[in-house]
């Protein structure tokens, strides 16, 4: 089934390519590569969140494999009003992040992007929360609680700043 998808991609590489379409080019050839990674213990949906995450964190010369750190996640009703996702880790537990099942049903890629990334703020690189405000009034990280007064602004214009602030917070 794998090698037979792989082969029908190669022919569609090489079509494309003969029809020299440079930018379908490129993005056929990035299907080539594997298209989600797995990750045991951690619910399929989140997959491609946390290849994200590490992905992100090796463009600032982080290198994180989330298969190695004893991590596990659920998708789940969070009773607690308003929680989208929660982090909790102890000395002889692994780390265990929990994504509300409401919340993930009704929101946006990026929206889910931002919590999932919170979350593994803390789980993974140890952060607290951050309530600052830029001078506009939006929250200057993606580590903001949710109850202080800041403004979320993560927009895809704005994502590579916020990530940058969680990857290094003096950023
Ligand atoms: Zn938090």
Same mark, same amino acid.
């Given at each position: 089934?794998?090698?037979?998808?792989?082969?029908?991609?190669?022919?569609?590489? &090489?079509?494309?390519?003969?029809?020299?379409?440079?930018?379908?080019?490129? =993005? +056929?050839? @990035?299907?080539?590569?594997? +298209?989600?990674?797995?990750?045991?213990? +951690?619910?399929?949906?989140?997959?491609?969140?946390? /290849?994200?995450? %590490?992905? =992100?964190?090796?463009?600032? @010369?982080?290198?994180?494999?989330?298969?190695?750190?004893?991590? !596990?996640? %659920?998708? &789940? /009703?969070? &009773?607690? /009003?308003? &929680?989208?996702?929660?982090?909790?880790?102890?000395?002889? !537990?692994?780390? $265990? +992040?929990?994504?509300?099942?409401? #919340?993930?049903?009704?929101?946006? @890629?990026l929206f889910k992007e #931002?919590?999932?990334? $919170? =979350?593994? *703020?803390?789980?993974?690189?140890?952060?607290? $929360?951050? /309530?600052?405000?830029?001078?506009?009034?939006?929250?200057?990280?993606?580590?903001?609680? *949710?109850?202080?007064?800041?403004?979320?602004?993560?927009?895809?214009? !704005?994502?590579?700043?916020?990530?940058? %602030?969680?990857?290094? %917070?003096?950023?």
């Open positions: 089934m794998k090698s037979s998808l792989r082969l029908s991609v190669f022919f569609l590489f &090489v079509f494309l390519l003969l029809n020299g379409c440079k930018k379908e080019a490129t =993005e +056929i050839t @990035d299907i080539n590569f594997p +298209i989600t990674k797995t990750y045991q213990n +951690i619910p399929e949906p989140l997959w491609d969140y946390f /290849e994200r995450f %590490e992905n =992100e964190a090796l463009e600032r @010369d982080l290198i994180i494999d989330l298969n190695n750190l004893n991590l !596990t996640a %659920e998708i &789940v /009703e969070i &009773v607690a /009003e308003g &929680v989208a996702g929660t982090c909790s880790y102890g000395s002889h !537990t692994p780390k $265990h +992040i929990q994504i509300d099942q409401t #919340f993930w049903s009704q929101s946006s @890629d #931002f919590v999932v990334f $919170h =979350e593994l *703020g803390h789980c993974v690189l140890f952060r607290g $929360h951050r /309530e600052d405000a830029n001078q506009d009034g939006t929250c200057v990280s993606l580590m903001r609680s *949710g109850i202080e007064d800041c403004q979320d602004n993560y927009r895809l214009a !704005t994502r590579s700043n916020y990530l940058d %602030e969680l990857f290094d %917070e003096m950023n």
